[in-house]
């Protein structure tokens, strides 16, 4: 799809920042609540800054996380991201590409995760993660076939939202009055 093309379909489908952070918000709340967890989160992938951006949390750390930014490489939202691969880590205290210090700077520790690209044609968006099920409800293929599902709903959510402010741009730069 052209850049006119992705701004045309943005502004057809209600093209505004507000609606697409909606839509990214609505994603992580259905998602925290299917999977009964404590938390679930939409990153972005910012490619000039090498960072991941959190756009859309759910439950802890909803109030304060939106906007941070980390290192894309980091954790195991960056390791996702990278690889391009979703994965299931049931005990992160035992996995080495957890960031321990990353995690206590956001002011929650989560226990456990399943975390999966957001591809949107052959490019990595972001990633979308849940964190934390209930003690006796491991993440297991199942929950990862189903968060994959999610990932795509988010990686459109989040390519609209990025057509959506490079054609905010676009206008202030071809209208210096706006």
Do not use: C, K, W
């Not at 590409?97 to 929650?108: D, I, K, L, M, V």
């Amino acid at each position: 799809m052209s850049e006119e093309q992705g701004a045309a379909a943005a502004g057809v489908l209600g093209g505004d920042e507000e609606t697409y952070r909606a839509l990214l918000q609505s994603i992580v709340d259905v998602a925290r609540a299917i999977f009964g967890a404590e938390a679930s989160s939409v990153f972005l992938y910012d490619e000039e800054a090498d960072e991941l951006v959190f756009e859309a949390v759910s439950g802890q750390g909803g109030d304060t996380l939106v906007g941070t930014r980390f290192p894309s490489s980091t954790g195991i939202a960056g390791f996702a991201l990278v690889t391009r691969q979703p994965l299931v880590v049931d005990d992160l205290s035992n996995d080495p590409r957890f960031s321990r210090e990353r995690a206590a700077s956001t002011g929650y520790v989560p226990n456990s995760i399943v975390a999966s690209p957001l591809l949107h044609d052959e490019r990595a968006l972001g990633v979308l993660s849940v964190l934390d099920r209930a003690a006796d409800r491991r993440f297991g293929i199942a929950e990862l076939e189903l968060l994959s599902r999610f990932s795509t709903q988010a990686a459109i959510g989040l390519d609209l939202l990025l057509r959506a402010r490079r054609a905010r741009l676009q206008m202030v730069f071809q209208d210096p009055l706006a």
